[in-house]
């Protein structure tokens, strides 16, 4: 895991932690690789063994029992209930709104939580920086119930608006989502390496509703390219527990590729 180290832990793991807490026993997720996988899998191993995970490599309630190296490492596929045909996990689980929570990165987010995965720069044939693109993560945007991102904060990722829309977040503002059709709920947690942003009821403008200990409402609005609101009520986010870090290092550390070759 990367990032600054507070208290004994690192910026990841209470990011990953964070996450983790936001899943319920039960809910179906559609998991990412990175922070995305090691939150969901935090969360089975913990609070909620029969969280769902869907990897979009078409395998259905995957149990690993490390952290995958990709949605094709081979653990996915032993430990799943079901595994289907990626159309299949498209069409007939994410289109129709089966999924509760989908995971996102981003490399650009706006204060509408759009989201650019696409291109650095103004112009789109020749972008200052070509990124890999939209992958599945439209669909994810669109259709899952609700959306956690996970995306550490700064300037060059804070943006008043992205370069390019990969991923809907609220569009322009209140109505957008309705006005295109997309019948999930949009994002609904930001979560950074400094706290989580919410979109407000109203506005659909994204707003700082917690905090990490020891961080600053000063250094948040710092690296936020926009003027950032804060919540009158604004919140701190518990450190990791033992037992939560015992666990996400264990996942870690049982990953083959520390003994021996990848698989």
């Excluded at 913990?46 to 979009?56: K, M």
């Excluded at 996990?89 to 999924?99: M, T, V």
């Excluded at 015992?246 to 870690?252: M, Q, T, Y």
């Amino acid at each position: 895991m990367t990032g600054g180290t507070r208290d004994g832990y690192g910026a990841d793991e209470i990011m990953t932690a964070t996450a983790a807490r936001a899943l319920l026993e039960g809910m179906t997720c559609f998991v990412g690789i990175g922070l995305p996988s090691a939150a969901a899998n935090l969360a089975r191993a913990t609070h909620a063994p029969n969280l769902v995970l869907i990897y979009e490599s078409g395998t259905i309630g995957a149990k690993p029992g490390w952290l995958p190296l990709s949605i094709g490492d081979g653990v996915l596929a032993e430990t799943a209930d079901t595994v289907v045909s990626v159309p299949e996990i498209f069409n007939y689980w994410l289109q129709p709104g089966r999924i509760d929570i989908g995971f996102l990165g981003a490399a650009q987010i706006d204060r509408f939580g759009n989201i650019n995965t696409t291109v650095i720069g103004a112009d789109y044939a020749e972008p200052k920086v070509r990124l890999p693109g939209a992958g599945g993560a439209p669909e994810i945007a669109a259709c899952c119930r609700e959306v956690i991102v996970i995306v550490r904060q700064n300037r060059r990722t804070f943006l008043e608006r992205v370069d390019f829309v990969t991923s809907l977040g609220f569009g322009d503002g209140p109505g957008s989502r309705q006005y295109l059709g997309l019948p999930g709920a949009g994002p609904r947690k930001i979560i950074t390496d400094l706290g989580v942003l919410e979109p407000d009821p109203a506005t659909c403008e994204l707003v700082l509703t917690a905090v990490y200990p020891g961080v600053a409402v000063a250094e948040v609005r710092e690296r936020t390219g926009w003027d950032l609101r804060v919540a009158a009520d604004l919140g701190e986010i518990p450190p990791p527990r033992p037992s939560e870090l015992a666990v996400l290092r264990d996942l870690l550390a049982a990953r083959p590729a520390t003994a021996e070759a990848p698989r």
